[in-house]
């Protein structure tokens, strides 16, 4: 461990302020806590800050990250606090709720009124998905519902499958999951009728269409059985898809001053995220985002990615201030010197 992360780690200011790490990390995912590892076996003082609300939750397996398919998140998420913890990073259950400038840093406030400082600030902290108010669909988000073919189409392969329409891009997304599965219906619900194009690709792929809003889903046992329409017709279901609005958790990254701005697919607006470099950082200097707050439609490995490029950013950052530092005080012996 070198003298700053010493001194960082083990030492508190004057005033009683929390100590200065190199580098505060808001949110605890694979996009955070991959910064987190990256910064702390670069010999950086790191204090990741969680308030452990991941948006996969609900889901059963973590798929498509090499070396980890089919591990469940909350396993994932273990391994990885234990991982970077041998490497001196500091872990803070808490919500983040605001930010601001202070000197040459920067002031984290958490709910519970405390604060911490960092030289850096990575933001990690994921997205929130809106979902359509259907009765019943909130409580079968990540079992019977899904969003991604590419996150559970494996695992609902070959069975009755339906999309429900709440935008331009269900057509996509029905003959996209036909990849899984020949039964696929489309449930136009609040979107605009297909057109004729449309319904011709629709039918030459098998999907049926029907035309009415969705009032409920139907259960039973706690898994999903079919979907109900307003004038009451029942289609049997196993699965139902939906792409609700994805809106990042952009809390922390409003209080310095950076909003979100509209993600938009094929021309049309799907959510929202924080705009950045290729590296992460943000129009707000000292700030980087990673993962879905920036990304929405990343799958966890590239989360985890994008949160190690963040960390090695945020470490040749720090050491190019270092770096400027050490030559003024280099120089500032012989400033003097006639």
Not at 151 to 164: M, S, Y
Request: proline share 5%; glycine share 12%; with cysteine.
């Amino acid at each position: 461990m070198n003298e700053r992360t010493e001194r960082a780690m083990n030492s508190t200011p004057e005033g009683g302020l929390p100590e200065i790490y190199d580098a505060v990390v808001i949110g605890g995912g694979a996009a955070g806590l991959s910064g987190a590892l990256t910064l702390g076996r670069a010999r950086r003082s790191v204090l990741v800050i969680d308030a452990g609300e991941p948006r996969n939750a609900p889901a059963a397996a973590v798929h498509a990250y090499l070396g980890h398919e089919g591990t469940p998140p909350g396993e994932l998420l273990a391994a990885g606090r234990a991982e970077v913890r041998r490497y001196g990073v500091e872990l803070r259950d808490g919500d983040a709720v605001a930010a601001a400038r202070e000197d040459d840093a920067f002031r984290v406030t958490l709910a519970d009124g405390a604060g911490v400082r960092g030289r850096r600030l990575l933001v990690t902290t994921g997205l929130v998905d809106e979902l359509p108010a259907v009765p019943g669909l909130a409580e079968l988000w990540g079992s019977d519902v899904l969003h991604c073919p590419y996150c559970h189409g494996w695992e609902v392969r070959d069975r009755a499958i339906g999309v429900l329409g709440t935008g331009p891009l269900a057509v996509h997304q029905a003959l996209l999951w036909r990849q899984w599965s020949e039964d696929i219906t489309l449930f136009v619900h609040t979107m605009d009728e297909p057109d004729d194009r449309s319904h011709e690709e629709l039918a030459a792929r098998g999907v049926r269409v029907v035309v009415g809003e969705v009032a409920s889903l139907d259960t039973r046992e706690g898994r999903l059985t079919g979907v109900r329409l307003a004038d009451g017709t029942l289609i049997p279901r196993q699965v139902l898809t939906v792409a609700g609005k994805l809106m990042p958790r952009a809390g922390v990254l409003s209080s310095l001053g950076v909003e979100p701005t509209d993600l938009e697919m094929a021309g049309t607006v799907i959510g929202a995220h924080i705009t950045a470099d290729p590296t992460g950082a943000t129009e707000a200097p000292g700030v980087w985002v990673a993962g879905n707050v920036t990304g929405p439609t990343d799958q966890v490995v590239a989360a985890a990615a994008a949160g190690v490029r963040a960390g090695a950013a945020i470490n040749a950052d720090l050491i190019a201030e270092e770096t400027r530092a050490a030559v003024a005080a280099r120089r500032a012996p012989h400033s003097g010197a006639s």
